[in-house]
């Protein structure tokens, strides 16, 4: 069983088009991070979110944290070819300290 | 500033073979992980370094598994002996100081193994 759920798990889309990845889990996280990673490179950090309901904004980019901090979501307006990559979750439980947990991934690609 | 190095790129080895990848981390950072990442699949947690201590390894199948931060600098991870389930992408990550739950982790490009 996966701690950290993401859906979905591929994702192809058109140039210009709007879309929203999940991360959900059943445990609390005492902060949730999002990763992109692209071939034959390590994942990059995009956003750390430690609060509840946080929302924060990178460029095109919004994540929000659930206000349990169980769950995240990642949403891409007007998706672009340079966004294509897998798209992780991790998070750090509120029980098990430094230990990141990630989830499996979205597979983004964004078609011109 | 350089990013986490991580040699060889590649390894393809037959089964029963040993291997070892090779990791130095951002200068100054203390904290070092390495992480195993199947197809298809986030990153796994094999070990954390704080400095020379190795204060992480729970999920290291220490039966074939090994690794060492002699100086608390660079790392080694050893397999001995491979076996096919191994074929993975091997991660290394550091992070400037104990690490916290806000900490990033800069992760190295990988060393992809492949067991034949």
């Known amino acids: 069983t996966q701690l950290l759920e993401q859906s979905p798990q591929f994702l192809s889309i058109q140039e210009g088009e709007n879309l929203t990845v999940y991360c959900n889990s059943s445990?609390?996280?005492?902060?949730l991070q999002w990763y992109r990673q692209e071939p034959g490179e390590g994942p990059v950090l995009l956003v750390t979110?430690?609060?509840?309901?946080e929302v924060k904004k990178l460029k095109r980019l919004t994540f929000q944290f659930g206000d349990a901090r169980k769950d995240s979501s990642l949403h891409i307006t007007a998706a672009q070819p340079g966004d294509t990559g897998l798209y992780l979750c991790?998070?750090?439980?509120?029980?098990?300290?430094?230990?990141?947990?990630f989830g499996e991934g979205t597979q983004l690609t964004v078609n011109p | 500033e350089a990013g986490v190095v991580q040699s060889p790129r590649y390894k393809i080895i037959e089964k029963k073979q040993p291997v070892a990848f090779w990791c130095n981390p951002i200068?100054?950072?203390?904290?070092l992980y390495w992480y195993r990442q199947n197809l298809g699949q986030g990153p796994e947690l094999l070990i954390r370094y704080e400095n020379e201590e190795a204060v992480d390894d729970s999920q290291l199948p220490k039966d074939r598994f090994s690794a060492e931060r002699l100086k608390g600098v660079d790392s080694t991870l050893k397999i001995q002996p491979a076996e096919l389930g191994d074929s993975a992408v091997y991660l290394c990550?550091?992070?400037?100081?104990?690490?916290?739950?806000?900490?990033?982790?800069?992760f190295g490009p990988g060393t992809r193994l492949t067991v034949l």
């Open positions: 990550a550091s992070s400037p100081r104990l690490a916290g739950v806000t900490d990033t982790q800069y």
């Open positions: 991790a998070g750090h439980m509120a029980t098990s300290g430094s230990r990141l947990t």
């Open positions: 200068s100054g950072h203390n904290t």
């Open positions: 979110v430690v609060t509840g309901g």
């Open positions: 445990s609390v996280f005492s902060s």
